[in-house]
C-alpha cells in the first residue's frame, strides 16, 4: 500500500524540522494532538547562553516559513505571544491583516488595551526570561 499524502507531508515536514534542529544544534522533539491534528516542537533553549538568545529569532523565522511551506500554520491553539507574532504575522495577507486592525478598533477604539500590541514587536534578546531553559 503507497503512503497517503498526509504520510508524505508529515514524512517531509519531520525530516526538515530535523534538519532546523542539526543547523542550530538545538533539540526540537516533534509532538502532536492527533484528535486535532495539530503538530509542534517545542525546542530545547537556555537562555542564559548568549548563543541561544541569539538563535531564537532566525529558528522561529526558519521554522515559520517551513511550517507555511507544507501547508500549516505557526500559531494552532494559542495566541502568538509577542516573541511569535512577527513570525506569524509575515504570512499573513493584506486582508487579513486589515481584518485584524479593524476588529481591535471596533473592540479598543481609544488604544487603551494592550497600547502597541497590533504592531508587530520585535524584542531584543537579553530582555527574555532565563529562569526556565525552556522557552519556547
Given amino acids: 500500500m503507497g503512503r ?14 530535523r534538519a532546523l534542529a542539526v543547523k542550530y544544534h538545538v533539540i526540537m522533539p516533534l509532538h502532536s494532538k492527533a484528535s486535532e491534528g495539530i503538530l509542534y516542537t517545542r525546542p530545547t533553549l537556555y537562555l542564559r547562553k548568549v548563543s541561544d538568545k541569539q538563535k531564537i529569532f532566525k529558528l522561529i523565522d526558519e521554522y515559520s516559513d517551513l511550517v507555511e511551506r507544507h501547508g500549516g500554520h505557526l500559531i494552532a491553539d494559542a495566541g502568538e505571544g509577542r516573541i511569535k507574532a ?6 499573513l495577507d493584506d486582508d487579513v491583516r486589515k481584518l485584524f486592525a479593524a476588529i481591535k478598533t471596533i473592540f479598543d477604539p481609544h488604544g487603551v ?14 530582555n527574555f526570561r532565563t529562569s526556565s531553559s525552556r522557552c519556547l
Fill in 4 to 17: 497517503t499524502s498526509l504520510e508524505s507531508v508529515f514524512e517531509d515536514f519531520s525530516g526538515a524540522v
Fill in 86 to 91: 512577527r513570525f506569524a504575522h509575515k504570512h
Fill in 113 to 126: 488595551l494592550n497600547p502597541g500590541g497590533s504592531k508587530i514587536v520585535f524584542m531584543a534578546a537579553n
